[in-house]
């Protein structure tokens, strides 16, 4: 694997970079065609996606920044020389999240309807963005023996000439089950505003909170006996089973009024 693609000239196209560039347009797309379908309007849908991409870069920067605060605080030029390297994956989702609303707050629109909208092609984003950390060799697992173990030979993360658990592409592939499972999920029952967002929550959270157990790099931070994306995972995987039970209940209630106004309105039209 090498992160290192190709050169234009003076520039290199680097992997990692790449895949999320695919990653963010994937997302793009594929949130404006549902938009349409959903009865949104496609031309926020551009407006709304960069403002989650940049509060999500922001978010996931400020979060590994507080991961590595020992690194950071002995060596405050180590967050400028490594402006490009080093994410959190959570943080984006934070970010994202707070940019979502921010831009739905100045637009005037319904927030919860364009979050479901954008959570599986946010998900459709990170596949794509796991398969840019295999070929950097960032977010590895541990050592391990077999046909499915992966070896790095020219990587600056991953400890070369060691098999490895393929940890990158195991969420990858969980994170395009994800986008497709949510939008199954969307088409079969679970259409009701905040289900999408809560579903993704806790399904993702499921994965992630597993799959750390399997990661070899230790730079990601931990809290006591948890890594930091484990313990945030704890408290996201609470807010989603909340958020799916509220959004099922208001949807119900909503139903019953509708239901009710109806029936007043036969009876009215009757006498």
């Given at each position: 694997m090498y992160n290192e693609l190709f050169h234009i000239g003076p520039f290199t196209v680097y992997g990692y970079g790449l895949m999320i560039g695919i990653g963010i347009l994937v997302a793009y797309f594929t949130a404006e065609k549902r938009a349409k379908k959903r009865g949104l309007d496609p031309e926020k849908v551009f407006g709304f996606v960069l403002s989650c991409v940049v509060a999500g870069f922001a978010g996931s920067k400020i979060l590994y920044t507080?991961?590595?605060?020992d690194r950071f605080i002995s060596d405050p030029a180590s967050l400028i020389r490594e402006f490009f390297n080093g994410w959190v994956v959570y943080g984006g989702i934070l970010g994202g999240i707070v940019g979502a609303l921010i831009y739905c707050k100045i637009c005037k629109l319904n927030a919860l309807k364009y979050i479901d909208n954008a959570f599986p092609s946010v998900a459709f984003g990170q596949a794509f963005g796991r398969i840019g950390c295999f070929l950097a060799g960032?977010?590895?697992g541990r050592e391990c023996s077999g046909p499915f173990?992966?070896?790095f030979t020219n990587s600056h993360f991953a400890p070369n000439n060691v098999p490895l658990i393929p940890t990158q592409l195991i969420m990858s592939a969980c994170d395009f089950?994800?986008?497709?499972g949510l939008i199954f999920l969307y088409n079969k029952k679970f259409n009701k505003p905040g289900q999408t967002t809560a579903l993704y929550m806790i399904f993702y959270s499921i994965g992630r909170f597993i799959i750390e157990y399997l990661r070899g790099d230790l730079d990601r931070g931990s809290v006591g006996v948890f890594s930091t994306s484990q313990f945030i995972a704890i408290f996201t995987f609470i807010a989603g089973v909340a958020g799916l039970v509220l959004a099922t209940r208001f949807a119900?209630?909503?139903n019953c009024e509708k239901v009710e106004e109806e029936e007043s309105t036969t009876t009215s039209s009757g006498v």
């Open positions: 507080i991961t590595t605060w960032c977010c590895y173990c992966v070896t089950i994800l986008a497709f119900k209630d909503e």
